[in-house]
C-alpha cells in the first residue's frame, strides 16, 4: 500500500537516471571511511526520502520490508535501507516502537498490546540472542512525525464539541481523529505522545478508555479522578437515554400509523391494540425526559464548579505572582526612597544657588553704580535726539485737488425713428456705390 501511494507522488530528480540509481541502490561499505563520499551521499538521498514517504501516508511509523516494497524500482530494491535505518536510529530521528510505548508511564499494555508489542518483542528477543542489524519486521516511531501528529489530534480535539466535555470516550476520540490518523495504530502512537508530553491522560475503566485532557497546550494533565469517572457515568447514561428516547420515538410513531391502517381495514381492536402500544411508549419517553434533564442539570452543576475551581487557581496563581512582583516593596522603603529623592532635589538647588552666587562673585569688579548712570546718560540722549522724519513740504496744498466732472445733460436725445433708419441706410448704399 506504501508503494502504490508513492507512485503516485513526484520522485526525486535522480529517479530517472539509471546510472545513478544503480549506486543508490547499491549496499553500504562496512566502513564509512572506505568511501565517506559515497557513503554521505547515500545518506542524504534515502534519509529525506524515507522521512517524506511516512509524511506523505499519514504514518508516523516504518518498518524495513514496507519501505523496500516502496521504493521497487525495476524489479530492484534498495541493498542499503537497513544501514540507512540503523543511522537514523543513533542520530535520533527514529526510535524502536517498543521502547517508544515502555517509555510512557501509563495504562498503553491495557489498550496497545496487540499492536504496539508483539512484533517489537521480535526485535527485543533478536537483540538479546546477540544478532545485530534492523530486522524486516522490525517497526520503529519517527520522532518528528509523531510529535506533529500528537498536534494535530490536540488541535483537533479542543477545535471539536466534545471538548466541552472534561473527559471523551477513547472510541469517540478515535473517530473524530480518523480524517488525521491513517490507521489505528498511527493514532495510539499519537496519543502516546500526549501522555509522554502530559497533555492527555488515558484510563482503562470496566473494559472502556477514558481520555482527559488539558484545557491548555502548556499545562499538564492531572490524573483521572474519581469526578472524572461520575462525570464519564453521567455522560454514558445521558447517551444511553437520548438513543433510547429516540428508538421509542420512532416506536410510537409506527404504532400510529399501523392504528391508521387498521381502522381503514375495519380492525377496531387491533386499532385499539397499536394506539395503547403507542401510549406506553409515549409514556416511557415522558419518564426518560425526566431522567435526562436530571442528568443534564447535575452536568451543568459539575461543569461550572470545575469552572470556578479553574477560575479560583487563576486567582490564587495571580495573587502568587503579585506577592512575589511585590516582596521587596515595602511601605518603608518607599517613604525613605521619597526622603532619598527629596534631599537630592534640595542637594540640586543649593549646587543651583551656589553656582549663581559664583557668577556674582565672578562679576564683582565692575562698579555697578557706575554701569547705571551710564545707562541713564545713553537713555537721555536717544530721547533728545530728533527721530529720522520726512521732510515736510512747503508749498500749500491746493484748493481743488480734482478737477470738476462736467454737468451731466438733464435728458438723453430721441432715438431716430425707422423712415429715418431707412433714409440713412439709402444715402450709405448711393455713397458707396458713387
Request: with cysteine.
Amino acid at each position: 500500500m506504501l508503494s502504490q501511494e508513492f507512485s503516485e507522488m513526484a520522485f526525486p530528480r535522480e529517479w530517472d537516471d539509471d546510472e545513478r540509481m544503480a549506486v543508490l541502490f547499491s549496499a553500504f561499505k562496512q566502513n564509512r571511511d572506505v568511501n565517506p563520499l559515497d557513503w554521505d551521499s547515500k545518506m542524504k538521498f534515502w534519509t529525506p526520502l524515507i522521512l517524506d514517504v511516512a509524511k506523505q501516508k499519514g504514518v508516523v511509523w516504518v518498518t524495513l520490508n514496507e519501505l523496500k516494497e516502496t521504493f521497487r524500482r525495476k524489479g530492484s530494491v534498495p541493498l542499503g535501507l537497513g544501514t540507512v535505518l540503523e543511522s537514523m536510529i543513533r542520530q535520533g530521528a527514529l526510535r524502536c516502537e517498543s521502547d517508544f510505548v515502555t517509555s510512557v508511564e501509563s495504562g498503553w499494555i491495557s489498550w496497545g498490546l496487540d499492536l504496539l508489542l508483539v512484533k517489537p518483542l521480535k526485535w527485543t528477543f533478536s537483540t538479546m540472542m546477540g544478532s545485530s542489524g534492523v530486522q524486516p519486521e522490525d517497526s520503529f516511531v519517527v520522532k518528528q512525525l509523531v510529535k506533529e501528529k500528537a498536534d494535530e489530534v490536540y488541535h483537533l480535539f479542543q477545535d471539536s464539541s466534545l471538548s466541552t466535555h472534561p473527559v471523551v470516550p477513547f472510541s469517540e476520540l478515535q473517530s473524530l481523529c480518523n480524517t488525521t490518523c491513517q490507521d489505528e495504530k498511527t493514532f495510539k502512537l499519537a496519543m502516546l505522545q500526549l501522555q509522554a508530553e502530559k497533555r492527555a491522560a488515558v484510563l482503562d475503566y470496566k473494559g472502556e478508555k477514558i481520555v482527559k485532557f488539558t484545557r491548555t497546550p502548556k499545562a499538564k494533565v492531572a490524573s483521572l479522578n474519581d469526578v472524572d469517572i461520575g462525570v464519564y457515568q453521567l455522560m454514558k447514561s445521558e447517551k444511553l437515554l437520548s438513543e433510547r428516547m429516540e428508538l421509542l420515538s420512532k416506536e410510537a410513531e409506527r404504532c400510529k400509523e399501523e392504528a391508521r391502517c387498521h381502522v381503514k381495514n375495519g380492525k377496531q381492536k387491533l386499532a385499539l391494540r397499536s394506539l395503547r402500544a403507542k401510549k406506553r411508549a409515549e409514556k416511557q419517553i415522558d419518564g426518560f425526559h425526566l431522567k435526562l434533564d436530571t442528568i443534564q442539570a447535575i452536568l451543568d452543576r459539575i461543569y461550572s464548579a470545575q469552572t470556578d475551581t479553574t477560575v479560583t487557581d487563576a486567582y490564587q496563581a495571580g495573587l502568587g505572582a503579585l506577592k512575589l512582583a511585590m516582596k521587596d516593596v515595602t511601605v518603608e522603603k518607599t517613604e525613605n526612597l521619597m526622603d532619598q529623592i527629596q534631599e537630592m532635589c534640595d542637594t540640586q538647588e543649593d549646587i543651583n544657588r551656589t553656582l549663581a552666587s559664583l557668577g556674582t562673585e565672578l562679576s564683582g569688579d565692575t562698579d555697578m553704580d557706575e554701569l547705571e548712570q551710564e545707562l541713564d546718560y545713553i537713555l537721555e540722549n536717544a530721547e533728545m535726539q530728533p527721530a529720522d522724519l520726512p521732510e515736510v513740504p512747503i508749498k500749500p496744498l491746493p484748493s481743488e485737488p480734482f478737477p470738476a466732472l462736467p454737468d451731466l445733460p438733464e435728458s438723453l436725445p430721441e432715438l431716430p425713428s425707422d423712415s429715418t433708419k431707412e433714409k440713412n441706410k439709402y444715402a450709405l448704399e448711393e455713397g458707396y456705390h458713387g
